[in-house]
């Protein structure tokens, strides 16, 4: 029998506000994630997860929040379309929030009609689902649920609801909100919360920083690893415990460039995927500043703060060498790896490679690229004898890939969930070559996906 509770629901009032999704009038299941439901021993019930139900104890709430939108202040933010329902203890012991995204308007909707379609409610649960079998940490994905209801977008639409699954939903921009308001009251108890709920060993403001620094950058450094592009690192979307959060207008890179951008509001590339280390940095610095107010001495913790937040340079330097050496099959990379991968990247981007095939084909020694200077390349990095079991290891086979996730989500929305079902089946599993070719093949031309998009 699942237990309920909702911890966060206990924190002062003004850090939410108390109300339940709205009802929606023909709830079908359409994407049912056993495994998860397994773990939190969660039933297969339609109405619960449509928000038409509310499980004794869950005591569902919208979270407040603000942040930084590419860079520029929103005061006041929040869940504009997911009800925390409340949370519930894993096998492992571990306490999982669990939220209705697309259940309805709340009071920070901001005119929106809190409801979601199909498309990004699909696309957050295959990504998500993906990243977590990649090893990636990250907010997980129960249901999609069909509401029977259609919602307005650029057309009409089927109306979806997503649960997601998470260690927590609290962001940066959680943090903002009550430092921008000198709201010490909720800044100190969202301290000690985030810290009971994370970093448990942590000290006080200055150890949860040093901890969210350091997840932070070993994120990110994974992110680079597998081509990934969040698409909007605004620091509503940065989760203080160094999990994938949010995903809206994501991709993985198909041919590698270190400037590639998807997302159709990155009109600037802030978020590019060579940017993504630099901007979670600045995300950490604006998480130290919405700290500084719960510290006694606040020229003291100006110069501490700083000198935290600048050690992410060498956590992130740390863990991208790890990830970057993992997948040449080297475990100790050196400065001479560094240029290998550094000359790699380079080869790639001038003859617009495959960034996920690439490493594939140099672990199964197949043909990697036509480049003048790849030879002389390959006969370097043999000569470092690389680990082929740690490339195996590190180097998914498949990836969600932008075309395939839209082929699934068009699917969808005619009413056919099969394509989504068997691209989960096999994303599951990344680091198996699939037999279907179709999961391991580069878009044709007339597949590629120029941009993707958020869901409201």
């Keep these: ?108 909707s901001r005119a929106g009609d809190g409801r979601n379609w199909v498309g990004p409610a699909l696309r957050e649960y295959i990504v998500s689902e993906a990243m977590h079998a990649l090893g990636v940490p990250t907010t997980r994905a129960l249901a999609v649920t069909t509401t029977g209801e259609t919602v307005l977008r650029e057309a009409p639409l089927p109306g979806a609801i997503v649960t997601r699954v998470a260690p927590s939903h609290i962001r940066v921009g959680t943090f903002q909100v009550y430092a921008a308001r000198n709201d010490l009251e909720a800044l100190s108890a969202l301290c000690d919360h985030t810290i009971a709920r994370h970093f448990p060993a942590a000290d006080g403001a200055p150890g949860l920083l040093s901890a969210a620094v350091a997840a932070q950058a070993e994120l990110v450094a994974q992110w680079m690893g597998l081509g990934f592009i969040h698409g909007v690192m605004n620091t509503d979307n940065a989760h203080v415990g160094g999990v994938t959060i949010d995903y809206g207008p994501c991709a993985f890179m198909d041919d590698y460039h270190p400037a590639r951008v998807f997302s159709s509001i990155d009109h600037g590339g802030r978020y590019a995927y060579a940017n993504q280390p630099n901007i979670a940095a600045w995300n950490m610095a604006q998480f130290a500043t919405a700290l500084l107010p719960l510290m006694p001495d606040r020229e003291a913790a100006i110069a501490e703060f700083t000198e935290i937040v600048n050690t992410f340079s060498d956590h992130y330097q740390a863990a991208w060498m790890r990830v970057f050496g993992a997948k040449l099959g080297l475990a100790d990379l050196g400065e001479d790896g560094i240029a290998l991968v550094g000359d790699l990247l380079t080869m790639m981007t001038e003859n617009k490679s495959d960034f996920t095939n690439t490493f594939r084909a140099l672990h199964a020694g197949d043909h990697v690229m036509d480049d003048p200077g790849f030879a002389a390349w390959h006969s370097h990095w043999l000569a470092r004898h690389p680990d082929r079991s740690l490339m195996a290891r590190s180097n998914p086979q498949v990836i969600a890939r932008n075309h395939l996730v839209e082929a699934a989500i068009r699917a969808a929305v005619a009413g056919d969930w099969l394509p989504a079902k068997d691209l989960c089946a096999v994303l599951a599993d990344p680091f198996t070559d699939p037999e279907d070719a179709r999961y391991t093949a580069p878009p044709s031309d007339d597949e590629v996906v120029h941009q993707t998009f958020c869901g409201t």
Excluded: C
Aim: aromatic share 8%; charged share 15%; proline share 10%.
């Design 1 to 108: 029998m699942t237990t309920w509770d909702n911890s966060f629901a206990r924190l002062p009032a003004q850090m939410f506000t108390a109300l339940p999704p709205q009802p929606v009038s023909a709830p079908e299941i359409q994407m049912w994630n056993n495994d998860l439901a397994s773990d939190l021993d969660l039933p297969r019930d339609a109405e619960i997860w449509a928000g038409n139900a509310v499980p004794d104890g869950a005591q569902p709430l919208a979270q407040l929040y603000a942040g930084h939108q590419f860079g520029n202040w929103n005061p006041q933010l929040g869940d504009g379309r997911a009800i925390l329902l409340g949370e519930v203890i894993a096998h492992d012991g571990t306490r999982q929030d669990i939220q209705l995204k697309g259940s309805g308007p709340t009071p920070y």
